[in-house]
Protein backbone atom coordinates (compact mmCIF):
# COMPACT_ATOMS: atom_id res chain seq x y z
CA UNK A 1 0.00 0.00 0.00
CA UNK A 2 1.00 3.40 -1.07
CA UNK A 3 0.86 6.40 1.83
CA UNK A 4 0.47 9.11 -0.75
CA UNK A 5 -2.75 7.53 -1.75
CA UNK A 6 -5.63 6.02 0.78
CA UNK A 7 -5.29 7.33 4.05
CA UNK A 8 -6.77 4.31 5.37
CA UNK A 9 -8.03 0.47 4.56
CA UNK A 10 -10.78 -1.00 6.00
CA UNK A 11 -10.89 -4.78 6.57
CA UNK A 12 -14.32 -6.38 7.38
CA UNK A 13 -13.73 -8.62 10.27
CA UNK A 14 -15.68 -11.97 9.60
CA UNK A 15 -14.95 -15.67 9.08
CA UNK A 16 -11.81 -17.66 10.96
CA UNK A 17 -10.54 -13.99 12.19
CA UNK A 18 -13.82 -13.04 13.85
CA UNK A 19 -14.29 -16.35 14.75
CA UNK A 20 -10.60 -16.11 16.58
CA UNK A 21 -11.31 -12.87 18.32
CA UNK A 22 -13.90 -13.56 19.76
CA UNK A 23 -12.40 -17.08 21.73
CA UNK A 24 -9.35 -15.43 22.33
CA UNK A 25 -11.36 -12.49 24.09
CA UNK A 26 -13.29 -14.97 26.12
CA UNK A 27 -10.42 -16.39 26.99
CA UNK A 28 -8.57 -13.79 28.22
CA UNK A 29 -11.39 -12.12 30.36
CA UNK A 30 -12.37 -16.12 31.52
CA UNK A 31 -9.07 -17.70 32.66
CA UNK A 32 -7.14 -16.11 34.95
CA UNK A 33 -3.68 -16.59 33.04
CA UNK A 34 -0.17 -17.38 34.04
CA UNK A 35 3.06 -17.21 32.49
CA UNK A 36 5.65 -18.74 33.48
CA UNK A 37 9.41 -18.77 31.21
CA UNK A 38 12.40 -20.89 30.92
CA UNK A 39 15.62 -20.29 28.32
CA UNK A 40 17.56 -23.78 27.35
CA UNK A 41 19.92 -24.67 25.85
CA UNK A 42 18.85 -27.42 22.81
CA UNK A 43 21.99 -28.25 21.60
CA UNK A 44 21.23 -32.17 21.83
CA UNK A 45 17.94 -31.23 20.78
CA UNK A 46 19.27 -30.04 17.56
CA UNK A 47 21.81 -32.54 17.01
CA UNK A 48 19.05 -35.00 17.22
CA UNK A 49 16.69 -33.60 14.59
CA UNK A 50 19.55 -34.10 12.14
CA UNK A 51 20.28 -37.72 13.11
CA UNK A 52 16.78 -38.51 12.66
CA UNK A 53 16.49 -36.81 9.42
CA UNK A 54 19.12 -39.59 8.31
CA UNK A 55 16.88 -42.68 10.44
CA UNK A 56 14.97 -44.96 7.45
CA UNK A 57 12.44 -44.60 10.07
CA UNK A 58 11.87 -41.23 8.95
CA UNK A 59 12.14 -41.34 5.62
CA UNK A 60 9.72 -39.14 3.51
CA UNK A 61 8.17 -37.88 6.91
CA UNK A 62 9.22 -33.65 8.58
CA UNK A 63 11.45 -34.12 11.24
CA UNK A 64 12.20 -30.79 12.96
CA UNK A 65 12.76 -29.24 16.60
CA UNK A 66 8.89 -28.92 16.61
CA UNK A 67 8.25 -32.48 16.53
CA UNK A 68 10.60 -33.22 19.51
CA UNK A 69 9.07 -30.24 21.40
CA UNK A 70 5.81 -31.91 20.75
CA UNK A 71 6.94 -35.09 22.24
CA UNK A 72 8.48 -33.60 25.31
CA UNK A 73 5.14 -31.46 26.32
CA UNK A 74 3.55 -34.92 25.52
CA UNK A 75 6.12 -36.84 28.23
CA UNK A 76 5.46 -33.92 30.18
CA UNK A 77 1.65 -34.18 30.46
CA UNK A 78 2.09 -37.85 30.90
CA UNK A 79 4.15 -37.57 34.39
CA UNK A 80 2.54 -34.71 35.23
CA UNK A 81 -1.50 -35.12 34.01
CA UNK A 82 -3.80 -32.43 35.71
CA UNK A 83 -2.62 -29.85 33.69
CA UNK A 84 -4.51 -31.46 31.29
CA UNK A 85 -7.69 -30.82 31.98
CA UNK A 86 -10.42 -28.17 31.32
CA UNK A 87 -12.61 -25.94 33.68
CA UNK A 88 -16.49 -26.97 33.71
CA UNK A 89 -18.23 -23.85 34.82
CA UNK A 90 -21.44 -24.36 35.21
CA UNK A 91 -21.25 -28.19 37.29
CA UNK A 92 -17.80 -26.33 39.11
CA UNK A 93 -15.69 -29.33 38.09
CA UNK A 94 -12.47 -29.56 36.98
CA UNK A 95 -12.56 -32.20 34.34
CA UNK A 96 -8.86 -34.18 33.73
CA UNK A 97 -8.34 -35.15 29.89
CA UNK A 98 -7.15 -38.56 29.52
CA UNK A 99 -5.85 -37.99 26.47
CA UNK A 100 -4.62 -35.76 24.57
CA UNK A 101 -5.40 -33.35 21.41
CA UNK A 102 -2.18 -31.85 20.81
CA UNK A 103 -3.22 -28.13 19.06
CA UNK A 104 -0.81 -26.58 16.85
CA UNK A 105 -1.27 -23.23 15.86
CA UNK A 106 -1.15 -22.03 12.38
CA UNK A 107 -0.42 -19.08 10.63
CA UNK A 108 -2.74 -19.13 7.54
CA UNK A 109 -4.23 -17.20 4.62
CA UNK A 110 -7.42 -16.97 6.60
CA UNK A 111 -5.95 -15.99 9.82
CA UNK A 112 -4.99 -18.29 13.33
CA UNK A 113 -6.32 -21.84 12.91
CA UNK A 114 -5.64 -23.80 16.08
CA UNK A 115 -6.05 -27.72 14.69
CA UNK A 116 -5.28 -30.56 17.09
CA UNK A 117 -3.51 -33.91 16.52
CA UNK A 118 -6.18 -36.33 18.15
CA UNK A 119 -4.92 -38.33 20.66
CA UNK A 120 -1.16 -37.44 20.29
CA UNK A 121 -0.35 -39.36 23.23
CA UNK A 122 -0.69 -42.75 21.77
CA UNK A 123 1.56 -41.91 18.77
CA UNK A 124 4.80 -43.12 18.22
CA UNK A 125 7.52 -40.22 17.28
CA UNK A 126 7.26 -41.08 13.28
CA UNK A 127 3.88 -41.60 13.76
CA UNK A 128 3.71 -37.72 15.54
CA UNK A 129 6.11 -36.27 12.94
CA UNK A 130 3.35 -37.85 10.06
CA UNK A 131 0.66 -36.12 12.11
CA UNK A 132 2.38 -32.86 12.59
CA UNK A 133 2.89 -32.85 8.60
CA UNK A 134 -0.53 -33.69 7.06
CA UNK A 135 -1.88 -30.92 9.52
CA UNK A 136 1.26 -28.13 8.77
CA UNK A 137 0.20 -28.83 4.97
CA UNK A 138 -3.27 -29.19 5.27
CA UNK A 139 -3.44 -26.29 7.23
CA UNK A 140 -2.19 -23.89 4.44
CA UNK A 141 -3.82 -25.33 1.45
CA UNK A 142 -6.91 -23.62 3.79
CA UNK A 143 -8.52 -27.69 4.18
CA UNK A 144 -8.88 -27.46 7.65
CA UNK A 145 -12.03 -28.89 9.11
CA UNK A 146 -14.17 -27.42 11.50
CA UNK A 147 -13.82 -31.28 13.46
CA UNK A 148 -10.04 -30.55 13.27
CA UNK A 149 -10.12 -27.76 15.23
CA UNK A 150 -12.27 -28.89 18.25
CA UNK A 151 -11.55 -31.29 20.97
CA UNK A 152 -8.03 -29.72 21.70
CA UNK A 153 -6.67 -30.08 25.25
CA UNK A 154 -3.00 -28.23 25.20
CA UNK A 155 -1.70 -26.53 22.39
CA UNK A 156 1.82 -25.49 20.98
CA UNK A 157 2.15 -22.02 19.18
CA UNK A 158 5.60 -21.68 17.25
CA UNK A 159 6.57 -18.05 17.38
CA UNK A 160 10.12 -19.11 16.70
CA UNK A 161 9.56 -19.65 12.98
CA UNK A 162 9.11 -15.42 12.92
CA UNK A 163 12.33 -14.92 14.58
CA UNK A 164 10.85 -14.22 18.20
CA UNK A 165 12.25 -14.81 21.42
CA UNK A 166 9.32 -15.25 23.54
CA UNK A 167 5.85 -14.17 24.03
CA UNK A 168 2.93 -14.40 26.20
CA UNK A 169 0.26 -17.25 24.63
CA UNK A 170 -3.40 -16.57 25.11
CA UNK A 171 -5.10 -20.14 26.16
CA UNK A 172 -7.23 -21.72 23.29
CA UNK A 173 -10.85 -21.55 24.85
CA UNK A 174 -11.21 -24.75 27.20
CA UNK A 175 -7.81 -26.00 27.43
CA UNK A 176 -5.78 -25.39 30.35
CA UNK A 177 -2.16 -24.89 29.04
CA UNK A 178 -0.51 -23.69 26.13
CA UNK A 179 3.35 -23.70 25.60
CA UNK A 180 4.79 -20.93 23.07
CA UNK A 181 8.55 -21.89 21.49
CA UNK A 182 10.83 -19.01 20.73
CA UNK A 183 13.18 -18.77 18.24
CA UNK A 184 16.53 -21.24 18.63
CA UNK A 185 19.27 -19.30 18.07
CA UNK A 186 23.08 -19.33 18.96
CA UNK A 187 24.35 -17.95 21.96
CA UNK A 188 27.16 -17.66 24.45
CA UNK A 189 26.33 -20.49 27.30
CA UNK A 190 28.17 -21.58 30.18
CA UNK A 191 28.24 -25.51 29.11
CA UNK A 192 30.49 -27.85 31.34
CA UNK A 193 32.12 -24.98 32.87
CA UNK A 194 32.98 -23.19 29.90
CA UNK A 195 31.30 -20.44 27.97
CA UNK A 196 30.26 -21.87 24.42
CA UNK A 197 28.47 -20.88 21.53
CA UNK A 198 25.09 -23.01 21.80
CA UNK A 199 21.63 -23.04 20.16
CA UNK A 200 19.22 -21.46 22.79
CA UNK A 201 15.90 -20.99 22.98
CA UNK A 202 13.43 -20.02 25.48
CA UNK A 203 9.78 -21.68 26.03
CA UNK A 204 7.12 -20.03 28.23
CA UNK A 205 4.16 -21.73 29.59
CA UNK A 206 0.73 -20.31 30.03
CA UNK A 207 -1.72 -21.64 31.91
CA UNK A 208 -5.21 -21.10 33.94
CA UNK A 209 -4.87 -20.60 37.39
CA UNK A 210 -8.03 -21.53 38.54
CA UNK A 211 -7.10 -25.29 37.84
CA UNK A 212 -3.23 -25.21 37.40
CA UNK A 213 -1.41 -23.90 40.10
CA UNK A 214 2.42 -22.66 40.32
CA UNK A 215 3.83 -25.52 41.11
CA UNK A 216 2.49 -27.83 38.78
CA UNK A 217 3.18 -24.99 36.21
CA UNK A 218 6.50 -24.83 37.07
CA UNK A 219 7.19 -29.32 36.83
CA UNK A 220 5.52 -29.09 33.53
CA UNK A 221 7.83 -26.42 32.10
CA UNK A 222 10.41 -27.57 33.82
CA UNK A 223 10.11 -31.14 32.50
CA UNK A 224 9.84 -30.11 29.00
CA UNK A 225 13.20 -28.01 29.12
CA UNK A 226 14.60 -31.00 30.77
CA UNK A 227 13.87 -33.48 27.87
CA UNK A 228 14.89 -30.90 25.07
CA UNK A 229 18.37 -30.66 27.34
CA UNK A 230 18.73 -33.82 27.14
CA UNK A 231 16.40 -35.68 24.60
CA UNK A 232 17.27 -39.28 25.41
CA UNK A 233 15.24 -38.83 28.18
CA UNK A 234 12.65 -38.53 25.33
CA UNK A 235 13.40 -42.88 25.41
CA UNK A 236 13.57 -43.26 29.12
CA UNK A 237 10.31 -40.81 30.46
CA UNK A 238 8.26 -41.88 27.30
Same mark, same amino acid.
Given at each position: ?????????????? =????? +? #?????? *???????? !?????????????????????????????????????????????????????????????????????????????????????????????????? =????? +? #?????? *???????? !??????????????????????????LAVGAIKPQPWVHKGKVKPRQVTTLAL?????????????????????????????????
Amino acid at each position: MSYDTARETRIPVK =GVRKA +T #AAAMVG *SAFTAPHV !TEFVTVDVTRTMKLVEELKQDKEFAGLRVNPLLLIAKALLVAIRRNPDINASWDEAAQEIVVKHYVNLGIAAATPRGLIVPNIKDAHAKTLPQLAESL =GELVS +T #AREGKT *SPAAMQGG !TVTITNVGVFGVDTGTPILNPGESAILAVGAIKPQPWVHKGKVKPRQVTTLALSFDHRLVDGELGSKVLADVAAILEQPKRLITWA
